[in-house]
């Protein structure tokens, strides 16, 4: 292997093994290891299971009024940064309309975290899919009338 293309080897390495050139951020690891909005809410409006390309599953579980998420919470049996992920997503999730939850993406949760390792970046998709899922599953079109939009 010449120089330039053992260099070019070794930047794909660092890319793909983000954990060793991107450390986690401070919030990212207070998430992971004090994570929040954890657990299963009881008669949830709706809820949404998904299972990750690695194995990993998360449910994240909704209460909805008048069209507004006013309670998140999520399962997981994933790792930290799927915890911290997990958190994110139900945290920015309260409070939003059911049409605002739905314009959350992966790069809301980098963004909220102050960024995540390359390597787990899939996390966040887990987590906003598992999110889009309960929203899909929300059957109460009434919740979704009675919201008033404003552009
Ligand atoms: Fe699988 Fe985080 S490692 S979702």
Redesign the pocket.
């Known amino acids: 292997m010449d120089k330039a293309a053992e260099e070019i080897f070794e930047q794909l390495e660092h890319y793909f093994m983000g954990e060793a050139s991107e450390p986690y951020s401070d919030k990212a690891l207070t998430l992971a290891y004090e994570p929040i909005n954890v657990g299963e809410i009881e008669n949830p409006d709706t809820s949404g299971y998904v299972k ?5 599953e ?1 449910t994240i579980f909704l209460k909805v009024q008048n069209g507004k998420i006013y309670d998140a919470k999520f399962l ?1 049996d ?5 915890l911290a ?1 997990g958190s994110t997503v139900t945290e920015l999730a309260k409070g939003k309309t059911i049409w605002e939850a739905k314009k959350i993406y992966p790069q809301s949760i980098v963004n909220y975290l102050g960024g995540l390792p390359v390597s ?1 970046l ?2 966040a ?3 906003v899919r598992a999110l889009r899922k309960a929203l899909d599953n929300l059957n109460s079109r009434e919740e979704i009338n009675n919201v008033s939009y404003s552009f």
Not at 78 to 82: E, H, K, L, Q, V
């Open positions: 990750g390309s690695c194995g990993d998360m997981t994933g790792c930290g940064a799927t992920c787990h899939h996390c998709f887990l987590a």
